[in-house]
């Protein structure tokens, strides 16, 4: 059972332009809320994070929105450029648990 | 040096064989991680370790055999796979701080099961 979802195998989005990366979730008990990117041949890389008690975290051209009563979170990258074209991982967490429970991943391509 | 070293990259191997796969963490973490990534699918946590003990085994067949003989190491032993086993392995470490929830991840070791 899924418990992380993102349903958008794939986004295409022009340079300059905002990208907007989504994600779902059903366990109420997760706190802890991580996007993860991915290039071909290499490991996931932490990109930014949300706590259960926030519902908005920035960091340069990177926001994470978390909406908890929709269970719902989102990335938005702006102005997206060509090198953010990666596989974007949704993650969560819960304080009792160890580790993290992953979507399938939104592949992101932006073009000139 | 990278934060957390995978090795072998790839690895082709028959049904029969035993093989290990290799992961070293010089982040100075207290738990590791061994996830798997099939195509497709979303990573599957595979086994924790917190201080060097399993705290999780998420129903792996017992042809995955995870040792962590300090905390900077983790290897998982494979013998006698299947096909479906082929898929992208990847280790990952954390110290446990519940303030960041961040795993720091090698660069993986893709398996093919002939």
């Known amino acids: 059972d899924q418990q992380v979802k993102q349903n958008s195998p794939s986004l295409s989005v022009q340079e300059g332009r905002i990208s907007i990366l989504n994600c779902d979730y059903t366990n109420s008990m997760f706190d802890y809320f991580l996007w993860y990117k991915k290039y071909p041949a290499e490991g996931p890389t932490f990109l930014i994070s949300?706590?259960?008690?926030?519902d908005k975290n920035e960091d340069g051209r990177f926001t994470v929105f978390l909406n908890k009563s929709a269970k719902h979170l989102s990335l938005h990258i702006v102005p997206s450029q060509p090198g953010d074209s990666a596989v974007y991982f949704c993650?969560?967490?819960?304080?009792?648990?160890?580790?993290?429970?992953f979507g399938k991943g939104t592949s992101l391509l932006v073009t000139p | 040096e990278t934060g957390v070293t995978q090795t072998p990259r790839h690895l082709v191997m028959g049904m029969t064989n035993k093989k290990s796969l290799k992961c070293e963490q010089h982040?100075?973490?207290?738990?590791m991680y061994w996830y798997k990534q099939s195509a497709k699918k979303p990573l599957e946590l595979m086994f924790v370790y917190s201080l060097e003990e399993r705290v999780e085994n998420n129903s792996v067949p017992s042809r995955f055999s995870p040792e962590c003989p300090n905390s900077s190491h983790l290897f998982l032993h494979l013998h006698t796979l299947q096909p479906e086993d082929s898929a992208l392995y990847l280790c990952?470490?954390?110290?446990?701080?519940?303030?960041?929830?961040?795993?720091?991840f090698g660069e993986g070791s893709r398996l093919t099961v002939l």
């Open positions: 982040l100075g973490h207290n738990a």
């Open positions: 949300i706590s259960s008690i926030k």
């Open positions: 993650a969560a967490s819960m304080n009792s648990g160890y580790a993290l429970n």
């Open positions: 990952a470490s954390s110290q446990e701080n519940r303030d960041t929830g961040e795993l720091f």
